[in-house]
């Protein structure tokens, strides 16, 4: 009997929560079948079977949350005996001088890890039993930071006259309720659960909603995180009380992490840029052939700013070691970007982004966004940062005061790009002209760094943004 216990997700995580069985009692699995999916504080894991067996417990609840090395499920693969057994045996065995057939050292130890046991059958992915694969639908609540189809800013005062609208309504004017039943029967997965993405059915338990309630409008009648909220507002409306979402994965991670920021005495300097010639560059860079296929933004521009004046100020890139009373000041810049998704905010990070050029910063970029909308972000992907760039100019907002991540001393934040007054030339050139501006906003540990350094590092940003051919200086 093997034990299947919550393993280690790595940077230091203790415990994790079980969102979601793929498997139910009396189920066949096969080695590396997705049994189970969890969720650390960073990110949601699918766990597959070490071995091929027949399910025969779970020992853990959908919701719970557990230690890890806590056995949460047993998997009948025909010892006959779980790791607990087995050392009884083995501890009787050595008593008499004899061995135990039929069982393995690695498999009497109980310590074979996920993916890396001892069964005869090939290790090849198999696909789930009546499951069709489809592809992940995005979140319409990613940070979508790196997108910009269009020349960035507006006009305040543009009029937007609206027409008057002469179609006549139709129905349905909605997706009826039976779209998400088929022969009248409520659409389920092959465990008999109503058909949902693991990322909607944490929503709906948040809220406090039974799925058995709602009627999916999906692809073959999957339920929609729209479906969810739908539900919940109609059950809001006079026959429920408020609304109460736990605090469990990233949610809590983020409340954690706020709460150790303001330990931490913060201060910030900030400017308005203009960022003009910025924005042609961005326009120049779409027509050319490497980047055709990627997303560009302004983002991608700030990054290599942020690089570039990096080596400038090297102090930046740096965190406090208080047990040694140190500073720690990282040769490699593992630039995060902050990406706000269903699940709530994540940080995840480019590794040695300063030895990037603008094309691999760009195809990195576009990688990370992807993996963002699809839910595919590991703890891996959001440790060991040293550098945050935040971006609230995609919600039109001009500026603000970032927080700091624990175990960095800066964070740069982007405001909305506007078009405005700029006074432009010296002396008795000095005229108005409408330019496109932006606002820096740097927050800093003040134990690490102060004034003088946050402000030299912001103004070297704000020179190439200004002017990017002065990135050839740095």
Same mark, same amino acid.
């Not at 091929?52 to 919701?63: F, I, N, Y």
């Not at 498999?107 to 499951?131: D, I, M």
């Not at 409306?237 to 706020?258: D, E, F």
């Given at each position: ?27 066949? @699995? ?32 959908? +919701? ?71 592809? @992940? ?131 910030? &300097? ?22 055709? +296929? ?11 700013? &942020? ?21 720690? @000041? ?8 902050? %990406? ?50 935040? *971006? ?14 624990? *175990?960095?001393? %800066? ?64």
């Amino acid at each position: 009997m093997f034990e299947m216990t919550l393993p280690d997700p790595g940077e230091g995580l203790l415990e994790a929560e079980v969102v979601t069985w793929l498997v139910a009692v009396g189920d066949e @699995v096969a080695v590396n079948d997705i049994v189970v999916e969890i969720e650390t504080a960073k990110s949601l894991v699918e766990l597959p079977a070490a071995v091929a067996g027949t399910v025969a417990e779970l020992l853990v609840a959908e +919701g719970d949350v557990v230690a890890v090395g806590t056995v949460i499920a047993r998997i009948d693969d025909g010892s006959g005996l779980s790791a607990q057994e087995a050392g009884a045996v083995d501890t009787g065995s050595r008593g008499s001088g004899q061995e135990e057939p039929g069982l393995s050292a690695d498999a009497a130890s109980g310590s074979v890890l996920v993916g890396y046991g001892t069964p005869s059958a090939p290790a090849t992915r198999r696909a789930r039993k009546g499951v069709v694969a489809q592809p @992940v639908p995005e979140t319409d609540q990613v940070h979508d930071s790196y997108g910009l189809d269009e020349t960035p800013g507006h006009r305040t005062d543009e009029p937007h006259p609206t027409n008057p609208v002469v179609d006549e309504p139709h129905e349905p004017s909605l997706p009826r309720p039976e779209a998400g039943r088929r022969g009248g029967q409520l659409a389920t997965d092959p465990v008999g659960r109503p058909l949902a993405k693991p990322a909607v059915r944490r929503l709906a338990r948040d809220l406090g909603l039974d799925l058995a309630t709602v009627a999916g409008t999906g692809p073959n009648g999957t339920i929609t995180p729209t479906d969810v909220a739908q539900a919940a507002a109609g059950e809001a409306s006079g026959r429920r009380g408020p609304t109460r979402i736990p605090l469990r994965g990233v949610r809590r991670q983020m409340l954690q992490s706020m709460q150790a920021s303001l330990q931490v005495p913060q201060a910030s &300097v900030w400017m308005d840029v203009d960022v003009t010639n910025t924005v042609e560059l961005i326009e120049q860079l779409k027509g050319r052939r490497e980047f055709a +296929g990627l997303r560009i933004s302004p983002i991608i521009v700030l990054a290599k700013a &942020v690089c570039l004046a990096m080596a400038r100020h090297p102090e930046v890139n740096s965190r406090l070691d208080l047990e040694r009373q140190e500073i720690i @000041v990282d040769s490699d810049v593992n630039l995060g970007i902050a %990406a706000a998704t269903q699940r709530g905010l994540v940080v995840p990070n480019i590794k040695r982004a300063n030895e990037m050029n603008l094309l691999e910063l760009a195809h990195a970029l576009n990688d990370l966004v992807t993996k963002v909308r699809e839910g595919r972000i590991t703890p891996a992907d959001a440790a060991n940062g040293t550098f945050t760039i935040t *971006n609230v100019g995609v919600f039109g907002v001009e500026g603000g005061t970032p927080i700091l991540n624990p *175990n960095e001393s %800066a964070i740069l934040l982007l405001g909305t790009f506007n078009r405005r007054p700029w006074v432009v030339g010296e002396g008795a050139d000095e005229r108005l002209e409408i330019r496109t501006v932006a606002k820096l906003t740097l927050t800093i540990d003040h134990r690490v760094l102060d004034g003088e350094q946050a402000s030299r590092f912001l103004a070297d940003v704000a020179t190439i943004l200004a002017d990017p051919g002065l990135s050839l200086l740095f």
